[in-house]
């Protein structure tokens, strides 16, 4: 009976069209409400709830959440992003649907600086779709990729997705941030396939060959651009700074580069990148401190506990058990936003993951990937919405395009279910190293 409140009151606060952070707290409070009632809390105490509304926010990890999203905004404005398109335009721009492919590098290499998925498409679509439409690609399809590509950033580090599950999961982000190393390179891999199968019978001007020297140079001119990952990344492995000191750096490193080499980022902007930075900042920790109240008040009620029988034929076959999982966050995930799929579903899978046996690491990543890919399936799929607005299509004809990609990346979830070695080794070797 307590997890059909708990399910009943979220969804009935989400279908009257309550913004989603309310509803986790309608949701806490019905469960408060009901343990009340049968006895399971000596009383309803609207002061625990605000307490715990509190704790949620105030919490070291998430101080990283503002400074990536404000490295990703000094990304944009300070012409680091238009250089990485430049750099892969260069390289891999003359093949044969040679756009598709910079698309594809582009969102990996950015993805590797921001951890954004909403930021990185929208960069990406408003650099390449008037280029692709200009050299005559299917618009559907050219929209379909650059959103398959943007929802790479929750997966490649530095991830604001990684970070949100790790403080809700009690998950080490640093071994986050290392294990979707490979898994998000996958997952650009497997889009690049699905755009060569797809694109090859098309009869679009290819760019021309950039001759080698010219390609170095804009190579060098882009190389403060991809020395920002290798100096996070590093940093983390090498325990110089923490995933939180690592956003910092980032934002303060796309400031100085933005602002004093490439002289693109003007102080008059600095106001407005700030501000934006800061209310998708707010959106987020409003998300995690109310979802904060329903997770406590989840482990009081025992739901893990009920999940954990409800799953009890599986346990004994982890990847079955992990199949089982995945396909139940896949359906979630066409319903409800990232963050709070995240946030909901983090405290009550996770005792089942641990009792399991199941490496948390492993299950983080896969677990983020899938909720990635709910980015770009209807009826929410905040990513495609984003594409749609710029390239001015509809949803219909987005999700038409971007399928081929979407299957492709399930390819990869699936496969990684199926041979968790793909993610546990490298990151064995990164820590070994």
């Known amino acids: 009976m307590t997890v059909t409140v708990f399910i009943v009151s979220l969804l009935a606060a989400m279908a009257i069209g309550m913004p989603i952070a309310y509803a986790l707290l309608v949701c806490g409070v019905s469960l408060m409400g009901w343990l009340a009632y049968t006895g399971g809390l ?6 625990i709830i605000a307490q715990r509304f509190v704790d949620g926010a105030d919490n070291f990890p998430l101080l990283a959440v ?21 750099m892969a335009m260069a390289w891999v721009g003359h093949f044969r649907g040679g756009l598709g492919y910079v698309a594809v590098v582009a969102a990996i290499i950015m993805a590797s600086i921001s951890g954004s ?7 990406l679509a408003a650099l390449l779709i008037p280029m692709m439409n200009r050299a005559g690609y299917d618009t559907n399809r050219s929209t379909g990729l650059i959103a398959a590509g943007g929802i790479i950033a929750p997966v490649i580090p530095p991830s604001i997705g990684f970070i949100v599950f790790g403080v809700a999961g009690n998950v080490s982000i640093t071994k986050l941030f290392l294990a979707g190393i490979v898994p998000g390179i996958l997952m650009g891999v497997a889009i690049g396939i699905a755009w060569w199968i797809v694109a090859r019978r098309d009869k679009v001007q290819a760019a021309p060959r950039v001759p080698f020297g010219e390609r170095l140079a804009i190579t060098a001119r882009g190389s403060l651009a991809l020395a920002l990952p290798v100096v996070i990344i590093g940093g983390m492995k090498f325990g110089i700074f923490t995933p939180t000191e690592a956003a910092v750096v980032a934002a303060v490193y796309s400031f100085v580069v933005g602002m004093f080499v490439y002289r693109e980022l003007k102080p008059s902007m600095l106001y407005r990148l700030t501000l934006a930075a800061g209310k998708t900042t707010a959106v987020v920790m409003f998300l995690v401190a109310a979802a904060m109240v329903s997770a406590w008040l989840i482990t009081v009620a025992d739901i893990p506990g009920e999940v954990t029988r409800m799953l009890e034929p599986f346990m004994g076959n982890k990847t079955l058990l992990m199949l089982m999982m995945m396909v139940l966050i896949v359906i979630v995930g066409t319903a409800l936003d990232f963050t709070p799929t995240v946030l909901i579903l983090t405290p009550v899978l996770m005792p089942v993951v641990l009792k399991a ?16 890919i709910g980015l770009i399936t209807p009826p929410v799929g905040t990513v495609l919405n984003v594409v749609c607005g710029v390239a001015r299509i509809t949803m219909d004809d987005a999700f038409k395009g971007v399928m081929p990609f979407l299957i492709a990346q399930l390819i990869v979830l699936f ?19």
């Open 415 to 433: 496969a990684l279910v199926f041979f968790p070695q793909i993610v546990t080794v490298p990151l064995s070797w990164w820590l070994a190293r």
């Open 42 to 47: 000596p009383a309803f105490d609207s002061q």
């Open 357 to 372: 046996g199941i490496d948390p690491v492993y299950f983080g990543v896969l677990f983020i990937m899938n909720n990635a």
């Open 117 to 123: 998925a909403v930021a990185d498409t929208a960069a």
């Open 66 to 86: 503002p400074f990536f999203l404000l490295a990703g905004e000094f990304m944009t404005a300070g012409g680091l992003s238009r250089r990485i398109v430049d």
